[in-house]
């Protein structure tokens, strides 16, 4: 089946910095790819979606200065937590969707980045 | 608007009896209505989706669920559960029927626990 890597699986940074983290569909071309964050003991909440060569669509309460996202090839998308704080500090994954897919409401789901900030 | 609630967070089972996680959607429309398992430190996995084909859909791992509108429901069964089969799982709706944006609603999850 098909499958999507993110990286890095976890990662601490102090506050004020940014961090970038990746997803790459390594087995087909992703011509969507989705940016979720998911609370403890709560359901994925939807932040954006990216298509290839196009800004992405945020939902509405997410700040897209603060997560930059970049879907520059079909395979690859990242998105930047630009001057984290603590607040940021949460689980995020991708989910990446080639058009058939999108036709079928299915999407391929990375294994998501912990993200501390102190 | 679509939403999706899994009426319990966590259900523990011993290993061999059945399992049963609940999960009642609203739409006002006929969605198309997915299960997902997360184990610990992997992506999330699709068990079995319904498209508004059979209502019993049989999924991976002996998983299936049945699509029961008057009841709004879409409940996920296992006759046996097996020590792997603990993880989190999460039953999901979809945002648009065959929409390009493919936008899926997630319930807030269940923990299953199988205990030896």
Redesign the interface.
């Not at chain 1, 999407?107 to 998501?112: E, K, W």
């Given at each position: 089946g098909a499958v999507?890597s993110?990286h890095p699986?976890r990662v601490i940074c102090k506050s004020g910095t940014s961090v970038k983290i990746e997803c790459r569909s390594l087995d087909f071309q992703a011509t969507?790819m989705?940016w979720y964050r998911q609370f403890p003991?709560?359901?994925?909440?939807?932040m954006a979606?990216s298509n290839e060569g196009s800004k992405a669509t945020y939902e509405q309460g997410v700040e897209k200065d603060k997560f930059l996202i970049n879907h520059a090839s079909l395979t690859l998308s990242t998105l930047t937590v630009t001057s984290a704080h603590p607040e940021d500090s949460s689980f995020y994954?991708c989910?990446a969707?080639g058009l058939a897919?999108?036709?079928?409401?299915?999407?391929?789901?990375?294994?998501?980045t912990r993200l501390s900030v102190l | 608007a679509q939403s999706v609630t899994q009426l319990d967070s966590h259900v523990s089972v011993s290993e061999g009896t059945p399992v049963l996680l609940r999960c009642n959607y609203s739409s006002s429309y006929s969605p198309s209505l997915f299960w997902y398992v997360q184990h610990p430190n992997k992506g999330l996995q699709l068990l079995l989706k319904y498209t508004s084909a059979a209502t019993l859909v049989k999924g991976i791992n002996g998983f299936e669920a049945e699509f029961k509108k008057s009841e709004t429901s879409f409940h996920l069964t296992k006759p046996s559960a097996h020590m792997s089969d603990a993880a989190e799982y999460f039953c999901v709706v979809s945002g648009l029927l065959g929409g390009s944006q493919g936008n899926l609603i997630f319930g807030k999850g269940t923990k299953l626990s199988v205990k030896p």
């Open positions: 999507v993110q699986s969507t989705f003991k709560k359901s994925l909440m939807l979606t994954i989910s969707a897919d999108l036709a079928k409401n299915i999407q391929y789901f990375g294994a998501g | -």
